[in-house]
């Protein structure tokens, strides 16, 4: 395993593996890897001849009162997971190294990013699609995989690599859970040791409003409210949303049918966790 901090090695290496006949599996992440990342790579490995893991905590995606600094780092820690995954390369570079300058051009996501995650964070997603538009380009891998804990992250690339005629293939893989049902998360250690006792409940909630689906209720409203009052009555986190959306195009609906995501965030003392289900509705 080859560790690559700046483009111009990145690309050219890739290129040479491009050249005789390799594709190329790329997973983009910020570090601090964890098994929801592994279970990326180890598919990557599965369906690609090449895996390229990208590490970049990103400024770009994080607001002025967000986590940029306190976001957990550990590069000797991911270099040992990456090699024993069988990552080729872990491209690694400085912030200075992607953003050397103020940018000229930045890419602006217009739809989905009023809901969810995009709502409490303005301008996330636009740091997310502009630095993966970099990395696709710095990378160009055939296919590029991410985890659908970030199910609004997945369909607004799928949106960006449409509408710029990306040529790569992105597959979503399933939330990886601890045992006890809290989806993987690199943030998950900055939780208090009550707050971690109580952050189940979250997949819990969402297990309960799947129950109540299947039970025949068709009215968001009702489902909502089922998690909310699971949530406030099990746990000390404040909730910043609990909504329901179409899948992937994450619109609003009236009646639950068809493809649709159930998704909330909720804040801790020094976290915010998110999770999300998607389920078709016959
Ligand atoms: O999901 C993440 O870790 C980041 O948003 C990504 C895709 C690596 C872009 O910085």
Redo the contacts with the bound molecule.
């Keep these: 395993m080859k560790v690559i901090t700046t483009i111009d090695e990145m690309q050219e290496t890739i290129l040479k593996d491009k050249k005789i006949g390799k594709s190329v599996g790329f997973v983009?992440?910020?570090g601090f890897l964890h098994e929801g990342h592994l279970s990326l790579i180890k598919k990557a490995r599965g369906e690609t001849d090449i895996v390229v893991l990208?590490i970049?905590v990103?400024p770009l995606?994080f607001g002025p009162n967000e986590d940029l600094s306190s976001y957990p780092r550990d590069f000797e820690r991911d270099h040992k997971l990456a090699e024993n995954n069988g990552v080729d390369y872990i491209f690694y570079p400085s912030v200075e190294e992607i953003y050397p300058e103020p940018l000229t051009v930045t890419v602006k996501v217009n739809a989905r990013t009023d809901v969810l995650c995009g709502r409490s964070r303005p301008g996330h997603f636009d740091g997310?699609a502009t630095?993966?538009t970099k990395l696709f380009n710095i990378v160009q891998p055939t296919k590029a995989f991410?985890g659908m804990k970030?199910a609004q992250?997945i369909a607004i690339v799928e949106g960006l690599v449409n509408d710029f005629h990306i040529p790569i293939e992105i597959i979503p893989i399933e939330i990886v859970r601890e045992s006890d049902g809290l989806a993987k998360s690199s943030r998950n250690v900055n939780l208090l040791t009550i707050e971690r006792d109580q952050a189940p409940v979250l997949f819990e909630s969402l297990q309960g409003a799947k129950a109540l689906i299947e039970n025949g209720e068709k009215n968001p409203n009702i489902v909502i409210s089922y998690i909310r009052e699971m949530i406030l009555d099990k746990t000390n986190g404040n909730i910043d949303y609990i909504e329901i959306y179409s899948y992937p195009k994450l619109l609003e609906l009236t009646q639950l049918e068809g493809k649709i995501i159930i998704a909330l965030a909720v804040k801790f003392s020094k976290v915010r966790l998110i999770d999300n289900l998607v389920l078709n509705i016959q």
């Design positions: 983009p992440t910020m990208s970049f990103n995606q997310v630095v993966l991410f970030d992250q």
